[in-house]
């Protein structure tokens, strides 16, 4: 059976609760000490790009929830698998939802289409996991929900999570290239709202916790973030971006 924990959002603090959805990760305790001096300098060897569309719609725009190489930027940086993940959601002039926010549908970025941010091969994947029916459920027993995991054949491995629930349209063995759609932004596993995961590591599996992987720094390429242009960069967490 799926446990579910609520948690105390409350939807009228909407500029908040914009930048709160995210993913919810355990601390594992190291404070991003523990790879630091490895990856201080890494530089991406795919070639990446944003994972998604821009909008054709001029007022609504994709807001970086959570990223960044500190633990005040980015709630990611105390797990070590998603240590340097990026999550990706939607706003309109300040706000991530219309109506009170309770419902999936409310929210700008649920069904939006996701990307693959690099080429490679589409080694594993999760497309039947029920959304989170009410903002601020959040699915313990599947923390990915709906995934896909791409293997860019250069010892890196990108996690692409939460997508909504039978919204994969890439299969086991599928070579993907940058650009390239593979699902509809959702709301499931350990998600606290809709809004779009990613994390590279150096392993093909994620087992939060377990040092199993080690998780990389994400340059994206030829991107805008509050309108200025990065060739390439780390979006970092309250950033406006689009391609």
Same mark, same amino acid.
């Given at each position: 059976?799926?446990?579910?924990?609520? @948690? $105390?959002?409350?939807?009228? *603090?909407?500029? @908040?609760?914009?930048?709160?959805?995210?993913?919810?990760?355990?601390?594992?305790?190291?404070?991003? &000490?523990?790879?630091? #001096?490895?990856?201080?300098?890494?530089?991406?060897?795919?070639?990446? !790009?944003?994972?998604? =569309? $821009?909008? +054709? =719609?001029?007022?609504? !725009?994709?807001?970086?929830?959570?990223?960044?190489?500190?633990?005040? =930027?980015?709630?990611? *940086?105390?797990?070590? !698998?998603?240590?340097?993940?990026?999550?990706?959601?939607?706003?309109?002039?300040?706000?991530?939802?219309?109506?009170?926010?309770?419902?999936?549908?409310?929210?700008?970025?649920?069904? &939006?289409?996701?990307?693959?941010?690099?080429?490679?091969?589409? /080694?594993?994947? +999760?497309?039947?996991?029920?959304?989170?029916?009410?903002?601020?459920?959040?699915?313990?027993?599947?923390? @990915?929900?709906?995934?896909?995991?791409?293997?860019?054949?250069?010892?890196? *491995?990108?996690?692409?999570?939460?997508?909504?629930?039978?919204?994969?349209?890439?299969?086991?063995? #599928?070579?993907?290239?940058?650009?390239?759609?593979?699902?509809?932004?959702?709301?499931?596993?350990?998600?606290?709202?809709?809004?779009?995961?990613?994390?590279?590591?150096?392993?093909?599996?994620? !087992? &939060?916790?377990?040092?199993?992987? /080690?998780?990389?720094?994400?340059?994206? @390429?030829?991107?805008?973030?509050? #309108?200025?242009?990065? =060739?390439?960069? &780390?979006?970092?967490?309250?950033?406006?971006?689009?391609?």
């Amino acid at each position: 059976m799926i446990k579910h924990k609520r @948690l $105390n959002i409350y939807i009228f *603090f909407s500029s @908040l609760i914009l930048l709160s959805i995210s993913c919810t990760d355990t601390l594992i305790g190291d404070k991003g &000490e523990l790879d630091e #001096d490895i990856f201080l300098n890494y530089q991406s060897q795919t070639e990446l !790009e944003l994972p998604f =569309e $821009n909008e +054709m =719609e001029t007022n609504i !725009e994709w807001t970086i929830n959570q990223g960044g190489r500190t633990g005040l =930027e980015n709630n990611h *940086f105390s797990n070590r !698998e998603a240590r340097y993940g990026v999550d990706f959601g939607q706003k309109v002039n300040g706000v991530g939802f219309t109506g009170d926010g309770t419902n999936n549908e409310d929210y700008y970025s649920f069904g &939006e289409r996701v990307n693959a941010p690099g080429d490679g091969k589409v /080694i594993a994947l +999760m497309n039947n996991i029920d959304d989170n029916a009410v903002v601020g459920d959040f699915n313990t027993d599947q923390p @990915l929900g709906n995934f896909i995991t791409i293997d860019h054949l250069n010892g890196e *491995f990108s996690f692409l999570a939460h997508f909504q629930k039978n919204s994969i349209i890439v299969a086991l063995g #599928d070579t993907v290239q940058k650009g390239q759609e593979v699902g509809k932004l959702g709301n499931s596993g350990r998600s606290t709202g809709p809004h779009l995961h990613y994390h590279m590591q150096t392993t093909p599996n994620y !087992e &939060e916790g377990s040092g199993n992987g /080690i998780g990389l720094p994400m340059q994206f @390429l030829n991107y805008f973030a509050d #309108d200025v242009f990065i =060739e390439k960069g &780390e979006p970092i967490k309250g950033q406006i971006v689009h391609k």
